[in-house]
Nanobody, 118 residues
Framework: QVQLRESGGGLVQAGGSLRLSCSTS????????MGWYRQAPGKQRELVAS???????NYAGSVKGRFTISKDNAKNTVYLQMNSLTPEDTATYYC????????????WGQGTLVTVSS
């Protein structure tokens, strides 16, 4: 059973905005840590933003001030609002969560592609 599903990726112009969504099959309160990673072609997957169950956020330096991670508890959904996009933000974005039962394991979504044109 798939636990995480991303949506909202697409093609946008440089300087534009997108909002990614990660819907969960269980309550987001089950997860102690959730976040977004991205992987560009030929590059290693990297952390973009994360949020704890308590609401503490963390951002990669390259997106700080431009991206915002947030949660909607009623919808069991985590969002990534991306503003002032540049071609360097082009990547496949993955939702991530720490397994609610086995804390040393990770849960991943299938990914959603974001392409920023120059």
């Amino acid at each position: 059973q798939v636990q995480l599903r991303e949506s909202g990726g697409g093609l946008v112009q440089a300087g534009g905005s997108l909002r990614l969504s990660c819907s969960t099959s269980r309550s987001i309160f089950d997860y102690t840590l959730m976040g977004w990673y991205r992987q560009a072609p030929g590059k290693q997957r990297e952390l973009v933003a994360s949020v704890t169950r308590a609401g503490t956020t963390n951002y990669a330096g390259s997106v700080k001030g431009r991206f915002t991670i947030s949660k909607d508890n009623a919808k069991n959904t985590v969002y990534l609002q991306m503003n002032s996009l540049t071609p360097e933000d082009t990547a496949t974005y993955y939702c991530h969560a720490r397994d609610p039962v086995f804390s040393d394991l990770d849960v991943w979504g299938q990914g959603t592609l974001v392409t920023v044109s120059s």
